[in-house]
C-alpha cells in the first residue's frame, strides 16, 4: 500500500530525514518509535505535503502513485490522512462548516454525491460520540480553544468521517489522560479494516498496550534502525533509545 | 472652495423647503470658506478627494422601477423607506409605521415637526471639524427624521435604503437621516446604500444623526453595498445620554472612494457603546473607516471589532480614536482592528489612537495586518478541501465573528452569502458557507 525509499527530507536547510525505507501492507499497523528529533513527525508532515518540508532524495509510493508529485489535497484524496499532533486552531471557520467541505470532497473524488444535510449531521453526530465530544463542538471554531485532548479527539473525529485508506498519527497519543487515551485507541481499534492502514507515531508503549502493531520501527537518525514485533515496544521501554542509537553509532 | 458642485447646491437653494433653507444657506457659507481636504491634512492623510472634483449633476426623480435597477431588496421583515437617486419611492416603501414611530421627510414636514427637526437637526455632528457635513447641510431638500417615542419597544427593523441608479453624467445625491431615539425606548435601524453598477460616478454625500436618550437602546447598522464606480463621504454621528446603549455595525464593499466617519459623543454615565465593522475592498477599490469615540463622561464602556480584507489593488484606511477626556473616570474601552492582506499590491493602513486623560480607566487596543495563515490553509488541504475552497473559507473566517456578531437574524442570513461569494467568483466555492 505504502512504499517509501531511502527517503531524504529537509527542513530550513536541516536534513531530517536521512535514507528512511519503509513499507506498509494492507490492513497493517506499524507503530513508529524514536527520540526527540529523530524525524518522527517530519515523516508525517513529508506525506501530507507540507510547505518548508523538501525531499531531497528517495521516492513515495501510495497505492502505486508518486505522493511526492501530487499537491496536499490531492493525496488526501488518494486516501492519506495526517493526524496533527499539534491541530491548527482556525477561528471563524466552524468546525461543522469545515467538515461538510471535507466530508463532500472526498465523496465527490469517490464518485459519490455529497450528504444532504440531515445524513451528514446524523454521520457527525455519531463521531462526535464516538470520541466523546460534545455535540457543541461542532458550532465552534475548527479546534479553537479546545484542550489539548480534545483537538486530539476533533483529529480522531476527522479521521472516521473522512475514512482514509492510510492513517498517520502522529503522537496522538501525547498529553492525553488515561481515558482519553481509551478513547483514542478504540477509536483506531472501530477503523480497523482490511483496506485500511494505520502509521502511529509515538513516544510511549503504553498506547500499544490498547492498539496492538502488528510491526514496530525505531527511528533514529533519520533512519528506521530497528523493526520487530510488539515486543520491541517492550524492550524500548525498558531500555530506553540509547543503547540503539549506540549501536548505530 | 472648488465649484464642483454648484449645481446640486444651487438646486437646493432653490428647492429645500423654507423652514431648512436657513440651514442650507449656512452650510453654503461655511462650505465654500472650507477648503477640501489634501493629502496634507492628517485625517485624510491616505485617502484623496481627487475623484470627486468633477462636475455633478443633480439625482433625477427617474422613474426607473425596482426590477429594472437589477438588484433585489432582501426581505429583512421591517418597514422599509426607499429612495433612488436621493427621491423617495412611495410604491416601494411600507406606508404602515408601528405605534410610537414616527417617520417624517424634511420636504413633507409640518410647522410643527420641522420645529422638532429643527431642535435636533446638526446639534450632533460637528461641521467644523467635517467639511462633508457643512456640504450636506448646503444639499438638503429632503432627509428622514425618525422618532421612537420614549418607553416604546419597537419589534421591527425599519429599513432605510438608498439606491442610486445609472444617469446620464455624473451625479450627487444627498442623504439626512436624523433618529431620536426616546429614554427607554428600543428599536433597530438598517441604514442600506446599494447602487446598481453603472459607468457613471454617483457621489452620495451621506449623514446620520443619531440622538439615544436615557436608557435607551438603538441597534444600528449601516451597510454599504454600493459598488463600482460608486463614491460615498459620509458618516455617523451618534450621541449618547445616561445608561443609552447604541449598538452599530457597519459594513462596506469596495468602490471607487467610501470614505465613512463613525463618531460616538458619551454624554452620559453609563452609556455604553458596541461598534463593529468589516470592510472588503478588491480591484483598485478604495475604503476608509475614521472612528472616534469620545467618552466625555463617566462610568461608559465601549467596544470596538472592526476587520478588513483588502484584495489585489485595493486599499483601506482604519483610524480607530479613543478620546477619554478628563472627567472620564472608570471608562472601559477595547478596540481590536485586523486587516488581511490576500495580494501583494493590496494596502492598508490602520492606526489605532488612544488619547486619556483620566487616571482610572481600563483601555485596550490593538492593531495588525497579516496574509492569509499558511498553516490553517495547509491543515484545510490535508482534509481534502482544494486550495481555492480553502482560501475562500479562511477569507470568510477571518470577518465570520464579526458577521457573527449580527443580532438581526434575517440581516445575518441575507448578509452571509452575499459575502461569502465576494471573495469567490465561483459559488461552487462558496457553497459550503451560506
Known amino acids: ?249 | 472652495m472648488p465649484n464642483f458642485m454648484e449645481q446640486a447646491l444651487d438646486y437646493a437653494q432653490s428647492n429645500a423647503p423654507v423652514w431648512l433653507q436657513p440651514t442650507v444657506s449656512e452650510g453654503r457659507q461655511l462650505w465654500e470658506k472650507q477648503a477640501l481636504p489634501t493629502r496634507k491634512t492628517e485625517a485624510w492623510k491616505y485617502t484623496g478627494v481627487h475623484n470627486l472634483r468633477q462636475p455633478y449633476a443633480v439625482g433625477e426623480s427617474t422613474a426607473v422601477a425596482l426590477k429594472d435597477l437589477s438588484l433585489s431588496l432582501p426581505d429583512l421583515d421591517a418597514h422599509r423607506v426607499v429612495f433612488i437617486n436621493g427621491h423617495y419611492r412611495a410604491e416601494l416603501s411600507s406606508d404602515e409605521l408601528p405605534q410610537g414611530v414616527e417617520l417624517v421627510r424634511f420636504a413633507q414636514a409640518t410647522a410643527e415637526q420641522s420645529a422638532e427637526i429643527a431642535k435636533y437637526l446638526g446639534t450632533i455632528v460637528s461641521k467644523h471639524d467635517h467639511v462633508f457635513a457643512s456640504l450636506n447641510d448646503a444639499s438638503l431638500t429632503d432627509g428622514v427624521f425618525l422618532s421612537v417615542a420614549p418607553g416604546i419597544v419597537v419589534d421591527k427593523p425599519i429599513q432605510l435604503v438608498w439606491i442610486t441608479a445609472s444617469q446620464t453624467a455624473a451625479f450627487t445625491t444627498t442623504q439626512r437621516l436624523l433618529v431620536l431615539a426616546g429614554a427607554n425606548s428600543s428599536a433597530t435601524v438598517i441604514e442600506h446604500f446599494a447602487g446598481v453598477r453603472g459607468e457613471q460616478a454617483a457621489f452620495t454625500n451621506g449623514m446620520t444623526e443619531l440622538l439615544v436618550q436615557a436608557g435607551a437602546t438603538l441597534e444600528h447598522y449601516r451597510l454599504h453595498l454600493e459598488e463600482g464606480a460608486a463614491m460615498h463621504v459620509g458618516g455617523v454621528h451618534a450621541r449618547l445620554l445616561a445608561n443609552a446603549t447604541l449598538n452599530s455595525f457597519h459594513l462596506a464593499l469596495g468602490s471607487v472612494l467610501k470614505r465613512i466617519d463613525v463618531v460616538v459623543d458619551f454624554q452620559g454615565a453609563g452609556a455604553h457603546c458596541e461598534l463593529n465593522g468589516v470592510y472588503l475592498p478588491r480591484g483598485e477599490e478604495h475604503i476608509d473607516y475614521h472612528t472616534c469615540l469620545e467618552h466625555a463622561v463617566p462610568h461608559c464602556t465601549s467596544s470596538e471589532t472592526f476587520r478588513g480584507i483588502v484584495g489585489d489593488s485595493a486599499s483601506a484606511v482604519f483610524n480607530g480614536r479613543i478620546h477619554i477626556h478628563r472627567d472620564a473616570q472608570k471608562t472601559r474601552a477595547e478596540l481590536s482592528n485586523k486587516n488581511l492582506l490576500t495580494s501583494t499590491r493590496a494596502e492598508v493602513n490602520t492606526k489605532p489612537e488612544l488619547e486619556i486623560y483620566a487616571d482610572d480607566v481600563l483601555c485596550a487596543h490593538g492593531a495588525t495586518v497579516a496574509q492569509l495563515d499558511e498553516t490553517a490553509l495547509h491543515y484545510l488541504r490535508t482534509r481534502g478541501v482544494s486550495k481555492a475552497e480553502a482560501e475562500v473559507m479562511l477569507n470568510f473566517g477571518f470577518i465570520n465573528e464579526v458577521v457573527d456578531g449580527v443580532r438581526l437574524d434575517t440581516l445575518r442570513a441575507y448578509l452571509r452569502p452575499l459575502l461569502a461569494l465576494r471573495f469567490s467568483r465561483d459559488p461552487q466555492l462558496a457553497r459550503h458557507l451560506a
Not at chain 1, 500500500?1 to 527530507?9: D, R, V
Not at chain 1, 468521517?161 to 503522537?171: I, K, Q, S, Y
Open chain 1, 1 to 249: 500500500m505504502l512504499k517509501i525509499e531511502n527517503l531524504h527530507a529537509s527542513v530550513e536547510g536541516k536534513d531530517i530525514l536521512k535514507g528512511l525505507t519503509l513499507t506498509v501492507g494492507a490492513g497493517e499497523v506499524h507503530a513508529i518509535m524514536g527520540p526527540n528529533g529523530s524525524g518522527k513527525s517530519t515523516l508525517g508532515h513529508v506525506l501530507a505535503g507540507r510547505p518548508g518540508y523538501t525531499v531531497t532524495a528517495g521516492t513515495v509510493e501510495f497505492l502505486g502513485q508518486n505522493v511526492l508529485e501530487m499537491e496536499t489535497e490531492e493525496r488526501a484524496h488518494l486516501g492519506i490522512f495526517l493526524a496533527f499532533q499539534y491541530p491548527v486552531e482556525i477561528p471563524g471557520v466552524s468546525n461543522m462548516e469545515f467538515l461538510k467541505a471535507s466530508v463532500d470532497t472526498m465523496r465527490e473524488q469517490r464518485g459519490l454525491t455529497p450528504l444532504d444535510a440531515v445524513s451528514f449531521m446524523k454521520q457527525a453526530r455519531e463521531a462526535c460520540a464516538a470520541v466523546d465530544l460534545e455535540l457543541d463542538f461542532l458550532k465552534r471554531g475548527v479546534n479553537e480553544g479546545f484542550s489539548g485532548g480534545e483537538k486530539k479527539r476533533n483529529e480522531l473525529m476527522q479521521m472516521m468521517l473522512l475514512e482514509p485508506r492510510l492513517a498517520v498519527m502522529d503522537e496522538t497519543d501525547s498529553g492525553l489522560d488515561i481515558d482519553a487515551l481509551q478513547v483514542v485507541a478504540q477509536g483506531v481499534n472501530t477503523m480497523r479494516a482490511a483496506d485500511r492502514s494505520f502509521i502511529l507515531v509515538t513516544h510511549y508503549q503504553r498506547l500499544l498496550e490498547y492498539i496492538e502493531p502488528d510491526f514496530v520501527h525505531v527511528l533514529a537518525g533519520g533512519r528506521i534502525v530497528r523493526s520487530g514485533d510488539k515486543t520491541l515496544a517492550l524492550e524500548l521501554e525498558e531500555k530506553g533509545y540509547a543503547w540503539l542509537e549506540d549501536e548505530v553509532a
